[in-house]
């Protein structure tokens, strides 16, 4: 009978040949999953139990299909926060976490001043932005919006589970960020605005079949020829939602720094607009302050 580690070992080899990004890695998630362990144990048992190898071989088999790791497991973990996942959702990708972070750290700049800084989450998907501001900046008030019903429903799970919500948030609704009168009642008095919206252009469909065959349509594509309709709506949305000073900070593709920096400009309500890298070095983030 092969010891674990032989099993995890065979198993990557399958996932590696299946093409899968970082077949080690995944194995053994997928083990520990089996095992109910959070992490793979770092002494490796000699024995597992009788009914390891059928569930090991199915999702197993289920990842070398290039289901993502995500749908199997049931959740990721984005920052601070693990986030219960399904295939009805946008899996949160580590690039977003340096988004959330610039979100985090001015709402923890207006906390330590002794404010509460209203944030929100514009597309908010699973909740990755809007959970983890909650759980970084206790004194926050958080408000997500997304236009799928399934990703509001997931956001107010995830950013539930992150801790006791305050008198006035989380605030999680169905919207769409084209409505003119989205979340109207908070014009002007927002502090940050952060949002990871559908940018893909129509023509770009993802190679990868995680993204292309799972993630859904709806927060892949941003609509029009460039992709950027849904992220100018956001920069609109966040322009009136904004009290003066306050930031935004939106993802968008590598490729469109100058389209995000554009889009602001033409909106006449920001200034400081500037394109920020992800931890890789690559241009993936509008950052500008409302005048
Ligand atoms: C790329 S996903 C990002 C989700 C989440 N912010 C994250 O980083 O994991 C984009 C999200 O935008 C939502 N979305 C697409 N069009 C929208 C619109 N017009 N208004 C509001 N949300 C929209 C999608 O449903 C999806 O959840």
Same mark, same amino acid.
């Given at each position: 009978m092969a010891r674990l580690g032989e099993r995890v070992r065979e198993a990557?080899?399958?996932? =590696?040949?299946?093409?899968?990004?970082?077949?080690?890695? !995944? @194995?053994?998630?997928?083990?520990?999953?089996?095992? *109910?362990?959070?992490?793979?144990p770092v002494l490796e048992p000699d024995d597992v139990p009788a009914s390891f190898d059928d569930d090991y071989a199915l999702v197993v088999s289920r990842r070398a299909a290039r289901e993502p790791l995500q749908?199997?497991?049931g959740y990721t973990?984005?920052?601070?926060?693990?986030?219960?996942?399904?295939?009805?959702?946008?899996?949160?990708?580590?690039?977003?976490?340096?988004?959330?972070?610039?979100?985090?750290?001015?709402?923890?700049?207006l906390a330590d001043e002794g404010g509460t800084p209203l944030v929100v989450d514009l597309c908010c998907g699973s909740g990755?932005?809007?959970?983890?501001?909650?759980?970084?900046?206790?004194? =926050?008030?958080?408000?997500a919006v997304d236009a799928s019903? !399934? @990703?509001?429903?997931?956001?107010?799970?995830?950013? *539930?589970?992150?801790?006791p919500a305050g008198d006035l948030g989380p605030r999680v609704e169905t919207g769409d960020v084209t409505d003119a009168a989205l979340l109207e009642d908070l014009n002007g008095s927002v502090d940050v605005v952060a949002s990871n919206p559908p940018y893909i252009p129509p023509g770009a469909v993802p190679r990868d079949p995680e993204v292309r065959d799972y993630d859904p349509a709806l927060a892949l594509y941003g609509g029009g020829e460039d992709g950027l309709d849904v992220p100018r709506a956001v920069i609109a949305t966040a322009a009136r939602l904004l009290r003066p000073g306050?930031?935004?900070?939106?993802?968008?593709?590598e490729v469109q720094g100058a389209q995000a920096r554009d889009a602001a400009l033409a909106?006449?309500?920001?200034?400081?607009?500037?394109?920020?890298?992800?931890?890789?070095?690559?241009d993936r983030m509008l950052v500008a302050r409302r005048r």
């Open positions: 990557a080899r399958t996932l =590696a040949a299946a093409g899968v990004p970082s077949p080690d890695h !995944d @194995a053994r998630e997928l083990a520990a999953h089996v095992l *109910g362990e959070p992490r793979y749908h199997i497991l973990v984005f920052r601070h926060v693990r986030l219960t996942i399904d295939p009805t959702v946008f899996v949160p990708r580590p690039e977003t976490e340096v988004v959330a972070e610039v979100a985090i750290d001015e709402a923890a700049r990755a932005i809007a959970a983890s501001v909650h759980a970084e900046v206790r004194r =926050a008030i958080v408000v019903p !399934d @990703a509001a429903r997931m956001t107010r799970a995830n950013v *539930g589970r992150v801790g306050g930031l935004l900070v939106m993802e968008h593709a909106a006449g309500d920001f200034h400081h607009i500037e394109t920020r890298q992800d931890l890789t070095g690559r």
